[in-house]
């Protein structure tokens, strides 16, 4: 989720193509999306519709989308949808009223993906979603049966959850804390699907890695920043004799948002574990040398989500070629020492 692009693109690129080329392989079925498989000719345009556009993440996202249709040619239309269940519906039929080829859409909840598959699917226009899962069937992607799924180009929750849980189990360790005064802060927003598969990876992950029985706190937020710290200020005052604080959440912003709330509250950096998952915010405090708590983060390149979702659109549209029911980008963690390592840039 971070705003710039990164100098390994060519690379990872390639590794999502491929990823992509073998998914459509192993599935043995068409992905659930409106349209047809039939190529078309002239020109492509494409509408990427992404929830709060303005996080550091999803700007990145469209920067790497912008350049990967630049690449090929293509008209690209980038629409902000923030929160708005409402505002979605308005902008998929906004999108479909001006011709575009194909729709890419990161929900804002996954109530309103019914709704947005049902009018794709009636316009014909082909759809496929980047970060959230969407259900053409019902509100609940969980729920969902899998022939109802719209293809999906993003990461692995769960297994992004679990590299943070692991991490965060060996910090504790490391640390030398006692379960008995440590508190596990697990923040998100608690009705999007991928964030819950990142907290359960996560969790299932802290108890594979040896991770003793410490009493975790369960906190919903809206996923930014402001709402996290204010959350985790207000948790801190009820939890006044615990010393040692570990923070996980489902992206940079709680977990960043967490360990400042900390701070404010008089919690020291040395007696927090934040483990961000973004690592777009994260590269903030490190660079800045700040001794705030944030050990560490997974670094998940938004720019080539956007990449890999604008060529298997661009493939669909004029290939004829079917999407993957799912294509991941690969992520790595990183730390104070590592993270420049990675390739990516920080501002």
């Not at 959350?231 to 992206?251: D, F, L, P, S």
Request: aromatic share 6%; charged share 20%.
């Amino acid at each position: 989720m971070s705003v710039n692009p990164y100098r390994r693109g060519a690379v990872l690129t390639g590794a999502l193509v491929l990823t992509l080329a073998l998914g459509a392989c192993s599935s043995g079925r068409p992905a659930s999306a409106p349209g047809t498989g039939s190529p078309a000719s002239g020109p492509v345009s494409i509408a990427y519709l992404q929830k709060q556009g303005d996080q550091e993440y999803f700007v990145s996202e469209a920067s790497g989308a912008r350049k990967k249709a630049e690449e090929l040619g293509v008209k690209l239309t980038v629409v902000n949808l923030g929160n708005d269940a409402s505002k979605t519906i308005t902008e998929v039929k906004s999108a479909i009223a001006q011709k575009n080829s194909g729709i890419i859409i990161v929900v804002p909840e996954s109530a309103v993906g019914p709704q947005v598959a049902a009018e794709a699917r009636k316009a014909g226009v082909p759809l496929l979603t980047s970060d959230d899962q969407v259900c053409a069937g019902g509100p609940k992607p969980t729920a969902c049966d899998k022939a109802d799924l719209v293809a999906r180009v993003g990461f692995s929750g769960t297994q992004m959850g679990a590299e943070v849980g692991k991490r965060a189990a060996a910090e504790f360790t490391k640390a030398g804390w006692s379960a008995a005064d440590t508190r596990i802060v697990y923040a998100w927003k608690q009705d999007t699907t991928v964030c819950t598969d990142r907290i359960n990876g996560a969790k299932s992950a802290w108890k594979e890695a040896g991770g003793p029985e410490v009493q975790t706190v369960e906190l919903g937020t809206d996923n930014t920043p402001a709402g996290a710290q204010a959350k985790v200020e207000a948790t801190v005052t009820a939890n006044r004799g615990v010393r040692h604080w570990v923070v996980m959440g489902c992206n940079d912003e709680n977990v960043s948002g967490g360990v400042k709330g900390l701070n404010n509250a008089g919690v020291k950096g040395a007696d927090i574990a934040g483990i961000g998952l973004g690592a777009y915010l994260a590269c903030k405090d490190w660079q800045a040398g700040a001794d705030n708590g944030m050990r560490a983060a997974l670094y998940i390149p938004g720019d080539e989500v956007g990449r890999l979702a604008v060529q298997a659109m661009y493939d669909k549209i004029k290939n004829g070629r079917e999407f993957a029911p799912e294509a991941f980008a690969p992520t790595r963690m990183v730390d104070a020492t590592t993270w420049r390592d990675a390739g990516f840039g920080c501002k």
